[in-house]
């Protein structure tokens, strides 16, 4: 079998590869330059999908050359982290608002203590 890509196949795959180990450097120089929890939840989360987005991306169009026909399953593992990724990250800071509140660091009130105060 024979494995040579032409040069046009192979030059967007390196591209998007490229782009996607940028969008891990980003996120994790997000991470280490916020300064508090909440902040550092989201380049990272944003990143990690973006890069996986481009990984799929690279895969397909790679894997769809060298099989001369489309290969599409690569498109689930992108759908499934960005459906998953923010009910993480919406599970990760609740629990972390959770504890500053149980703690007794001045933060917001609770969402539903306020519909109950109001009388709704």
Known sequence: MN???????????????VLSSLF??????????????????????????L???CVALASIVYFSALKSGPVLHAWLIPILLSITVPVT???????????????????????SSRRSESGS
């Open 3 to 17: 494995t040579q890509l032409s040069l046009w196949i192979e030059i967007p795959v390196v591209v998007l590869l």
């Open 24 to 49: 891990a450097l980003i996120g994790a120089i997000g991470l280490l330059r916020m300064k508090d929890y909440f902040q550092r939840m989201h380049p990272p989360a944003l990143a990690s999908t």
């Open 51 to 53: 890069g996986a987005w």
């Open 89 to 111: 990250t919406l599970l990760l800071a609740r629990a972390a608002l959770f504890r500053k509140r149980m703690a007794g660091d001045d933060v917001p009130a609770e969402v």
